[in-house]
């Protein structure tokens, strides 16, 4: 384990070097987005080392075929991935006739930081001359959730010895290139390059053949110099256009340049609006001033501080790493369009298409619905209400009944490339049900299910009566030819995960079929009580174990401890066949009905299958430390909660995986908080009232927390001693701290010990 920026900070990321060894993880971590929007955090100047270029627009994709030999029966047309937009980032310098190249550029001096408080990157640099002089190179970046469609940037160059002659380039290029792409194609067609006041691109995403919709995108800089001794012209070609800054510095004098960029899409307007729209937007933005918008961005960055802010006393690095995970979860998505939802890497890189999967609902969700207003959460629940009729497609692309939601997608389509992935992990098709769930549980509003989940939880319910397999040699119902969370354990029978949560998507949907007099016929209710009455859950009473899939024990049990240290990660060591036989877990599996249901087991069982199934989990999911912490600190081991807890939390930042260079794991981030809130807190609102349980670790003096719980802000901060929780907004409230209902109305100190 490395850390990527060595020096800690509680509300900065700081690097203080140009390491050409750690580039590409250190351009994902350096990352800014809006939800509208983002890039990874490339240098402005030309970088010719190992880097990964990427500006991303949300809800701008395309279908690429997949690669695979051949073809199955029901097998997703295509392949969906995000796509790298034209660049407007770039700031092409030339020194003395010479394009600077910092993988080549003997750098003096090097600063960058993003202040996580603000949503800014600021950059400063000394550069020496191939002459033997020195300049000084500022920079700073933000892509304002102020105004969604700016982004703003401030470049500088100021000579600090010997005399230079200075030019710089900068624009909009649309020689953009996917990293994935599968032969190397250029995902856009250039439908218009303007050299004018403002510079003009707009870009199109290239036919297709299976019918998805094209993205045109419009691009509007404008670039304004400090007053000076300036040359100044436009160059253009057919997929680029610049402006060109040139002037001679004399030492203490510096080219100063301010661009501001609006970028727009067909998502939102017609074709023939993109340019004049943009130009609108950009008009507005120039007026303010780069100033002006730094000040307002900030201060909304600030505002949502206010609302999900984590403070950790006593542990910098526990504490950088959550508030990096927040920041980075609240860059990929705002809740503003409920046509998006979000993608594992975020604005961050390509791996994983940029798509959504089950993560959103299973991590993130409860992350945004304890931070902010209700109609967020809602917005992710509306995307997978608003994509159902594609959701029967696709169940019955395998003939099956009811609704099948896609494991990966954009608009609704099942989009990914792994058959394994798509139509055997279905387990995802609960965690939507149980957003609901989360959301009703959390708000105390059962309108949504009423207008809308009610729908998806009978399509879900009747997909999975429909998937489920009588065995009349035991009475029972199983589903079989199944994958669960643990993708190293596939085409299985009876995953344990699976089998518990379609049994109880049944009885839940059943619930609301009959309180909201949903037209179900009675005959098919009739079946769907027996299915779940009847479902096998594979359970060993004396050893208080579920299996997780009903042949796991015939495997060799090896604990993960004995793994050469040279082999792992195993999926980049390991050949596939061999890594199915063995009994390694990449992720929590059995583990996360206990975090989805902490009610519905008892304090034994938790413990028993912790320890056995920890055991064997080798945690290359993302998704895994999370919630083995959350279910740890539930079972009372706060030192696996603890160590656990600081894998999530600093995955990214300390590259726990080995592939931070991909981008960063923005969906299991809020795994992170959710192991704090549901973990370390302890907070629970599945029995109707807002509970807590704290645990705080050992090695932290005070952990605090600000939830927004029906129309209420509150503050809660414990520590082994004592537990406080203060009413910021709202009317008072009844909570409960270790099973005691205690009232909160304006603040109360409740004793831990």
Known sequence: ?????????????????????????????????????????????????????????????????????????????????????????????????????LARTDIETF?????????????????????GGRLRITSSRFFSIDIRQIACMEYAVEA???TASVAVETGLDANVRNA???????????????????????SETIENAFGVPRFAVGFSALTRCAEGAVRRETVRSERAVFDRFEVQLAPGESLQLEKIVSVVTSRDMERDQLQAHGAEILKQAASDGAKQLRMRHSAAWCARWEKCDVEIEGDVAAQQG??????????TYDGSDERLNIGPKGFTGEKYGGAAYYDTEGYCFPMFLATASPEIALSLLKFRFNILDKAKENAARIGMQGALYPMVTFDGEECHNEWEITFEEIHRNAAMIHAIYNYTCYTGDESYIRDYGIHVMVEVARFWACRASYNPQKDCYMLLGVTGPNEYDNNVNNNFLTNYMAKWCIEYALKYVEKFAYPLPAEEAQHWHEVASKMYLNYNEETKLFMQQDGFMDKELIPAAQIPEEELPLCKHWSWDRILRSCFIKQADVILAFYYFPHRFTLEQKQANFRFYETFTVHESS???????????????????????????????????????????????????????????????????????????QHWKQLKMRLVYRGRLLEIRFNAHSFHCELLEGAPLQIEVNGVPLNVETSLDYPLS
């Open 1 to 101: 384990m490395k850390r990527i920026l060595p020096e800690l900070d509680p509300f900065c990321l700081i690097q203080t070097s140009v390491d050409h060894r750690e580039n590409r993880p250190t351009e994902a971590v350096m990352s800014l987005g809006n939800g509208y929007m983002g890039a990874r955090g490339n240098y402005e100047e030309d970088y010719t080392g190992d880097t990964l270029k990427g500006i991303y627009v949300a809800g701008v994709w395309m279908p690429d075929k997949t690669r695979v030999g051949w073809w199955k029966n029901g097998y997703p047309r295509y392949y969906g991935k995000v796509i790298n937009a034209p660049d407007f980032l770039m700031f092409h310098l030339y020194v003395n006739g010479r394009r600077v190249d």
């Open 111 to 131: 600063r960058r930081t993003v202040d996580m408080r603000t949503g800014v990157m600021d950059r400063e640099m000394v550069l020496r001359t191939e002459e």
């Open 160 to 162: 600090l010895d010997g």
């Open 180 to 202: 994935d792409a599968n032969y190397g194609e250029q995902f856009w067609d250039v439908n218009a390059v303007e050299a004018g006041s403002p510079l003009y691109l707009e």
């Open 322 to 331: 959550i508030r990096f995970n927040l920041f980075q979860l609240w860059s």
């Open 623 to 697: 998704l895994s430390p999370s919630m083995y912490s959350t279910v740890a600190s539930a079972c009372g081991f706060s030192d696996d909660a603890y160590r656990l807890y600081q894998r999530a939390a600093r995955l990214d930042l300390d590259n726990f995986n080995a592939d931070t260079e991909d981008g960063l794991h923005i969906t299991s981030m809020a795994g992170s908080w959710i192991a704090l809130a549901h973990g370390f807190a302890g907070m629970d609102y599945q029995r109707g009232v807002l509970a807590f349980t704290p645990r705080c670790p």
